[in-house]
């Protein structure tokens, strides 16, 4: 699993597309409670004998206790869960002599949240991800989040017009 600030996956290619990868550290917009916009890639490899297969996919947010963050929803708190199930697809190979079953089984799973999450900031949280009902603690990508979101360049610019000293 991987944070980044933009994440995509081109299901033609099988090729993830990444910029800003490995971020650990999030703002967060004090007037909208929002974290900065990201995203999350997840990519699962299983040996080739698994191609084809299907396996269902959790992923949690977790606050550093542990325990489920909740979102607001229609005005309630519900748990932060992503629930999919995600099929192992074999590489897709160009030629008909390509070694077939070197290359592991892979599924590609990228997540944006283009507006952020509504986190507190001087907190620390984990995505944790579950494929069929196992969990492990190296499959987990922790961050923080910290401090105002840099405002956007026309935020800025209003903010300088409105205050110039």
């Known amino acids: 699993m991987l944070l980044a600030d933009y994440v995509a996956v081109d299901e033609s290619s099988k090729?993830?597309?990444?910029?800003?990868?490995?971020i650990a550290i999030l703002g967060v917009n004090s007037r909208t409670g929002m974290s900065a916009p990201f995203g999350v890639l997840v990519i699962i490899?299983?040996?080739?004998?698994l191609y084809g297969a299907e396996c269902t996919i959790e992923i949690t947010l977790e606050d550093a206790a542990g325990v489920i963050v909740l979102v607001p929803v229609a005005g309630q708190g519900e748990p932060f869960q992503i629930n999919q199930t995600l099929k192992l697809d074999a590489p897709p190979l160009q030629?008909?002599?390509?070694?077939?079953?070197?290359?592991t089984a892979r599924a590609m799973l990228a997540l944006m949240f283009p507006t952020?999450?509504?986190l507190d900031s001087a907190e620390g949280y984990r995505l944790r991800l579950t494929i069929d009902g196992e969990?492990?603690?190296d499959w987990t990508d922790g961050f923080i989040v910290t401090g105002e979101a840099t405002p956007?360049?026309?935020s800025a610019a209003t903010k300088s017009e409105a205050d110039p000293g």
């Open 15 to 22: 090729k993830a597309q990444v910029v800003g990868g490995g």
């Open 45 to 49: 490899e299983v040996p080739s004998s």
């Open 95 to 103: 030629a008909p002599d390509d070694p077939k079953g070197f290359l």
């Open 116 to 118: 952020g999450l509504p």
């Open 135 to 137: 969990t492990r603690d």
């Open 152 to 154: 956007d360049a026309s």
